[in-house]
């Protein structure tokens, strides 16, 4: 059990770019989660995936954010047109099972800074 | 709407304290309760779930209590070390098995 890896682990970017985060679940974990955080808040929920299927987005994400999850392994979210207000730390998490018994390991994170 | 709150924001305390973080949700329809620990930088670690049916649970040094109908919890950390320091979060699973987490408690214990 390797853990839950994120690359890259910070990001500096110019408005107006793109960027393209990756996530590697623990191999065995079928759930994969993307989740957003800025400073002294807790985790913004983002969107998941259950095996290769894209099962929820949350309203807030714009049209600029795009996930992928392809043959069910590891995932990317791409942001288009980054904004000042994109700046934050990009979370991954991954887990065996949903439900009242989901236990969520999460990565290290990805510190995106945008200019 | 679920809410969820941690106060304080902040928490100093000399090693060797035995120490109490709160957690508050607004929403007693929830499916279980989760604290979590994270270090700068870094992302979280899963420390105790609580199942909605239950009152606490027990790891090592850290014990976490669950009153649904006043919709509060407590996170117990006894005889605290200075490797304790990171920010503490909870979150409840909602009626849509969605985690809904509050902003956390930074801890610091002080050698």
């Known amino acids: 059990d390797t853990g839950v890896s994120q690359d890259p682990r910070h990001k500096i970017t110019k408005r107006g770019q793109n960027v393209t985060f990756r996530c590697d679940p623990i191999?065995?974990?079928?759930?994969l989660y993307w989740y957003r955080q800025t400073l002294g808040q807790g985790p913004e929920f983002l969107t998941y995936f259950q095996n290769e299927a894209q099962l929820e987005k949350s309203r807030l994400l714009s049209d600029r954010f795009s996930a992928e999850r392809p043959k069910g392994s590891f995932s990317t979210l791409e942001i288009q047109r980054t904004e000042q207000g994109d700046s934050a730390m990009y979370l991954c998490?991954?887990?065996?099972?949903?439900?009242?018994?989901?236990?969520?390991?999460f990565g290290s994170g990805t510190q995106l800074s945008v200019l | 709407k679920q809410e969820v709150t941690q106060i304080p924001a902040a928490l100093s305390v000399p090693e060797g304290e035995n120490l109490v973080l709160n957690c508050s949700f607004t929403?007693?329809?929830?499916?279980?309760l989760q604290w979590f620990r994270q270090d700068p930088g870094k992302g979280l670690t899963s420390l105790l779930l609580?199942?909605?049916s239950q009152r606490e649970q027990t790891s090592g040094r850290l014990n976490a209590s669950l009153d649904k109908s006043s919709g509060r919890s407590t996170l117990y950390i006894a005889a605290s070390q200075p490797g304790d320091s990171a920010t503490y979060l909870c979150a409840v699973m909602d009626s849509n098995y969605q985690l809904i987490w509050g902003a956390g408690t930074k801890l610091i214990i002080k050698p």
């Open positions: 191999s065995e974990h079928n759930r």
């Open positions: 929403d007693s329809a929830i499916y279980n």
């Open positions: 998490a991954s887990s065996t099972a949903g439900g009242e018994y989901e236990k969520l390991f």
């Open positions: 609580i199942q909605s």
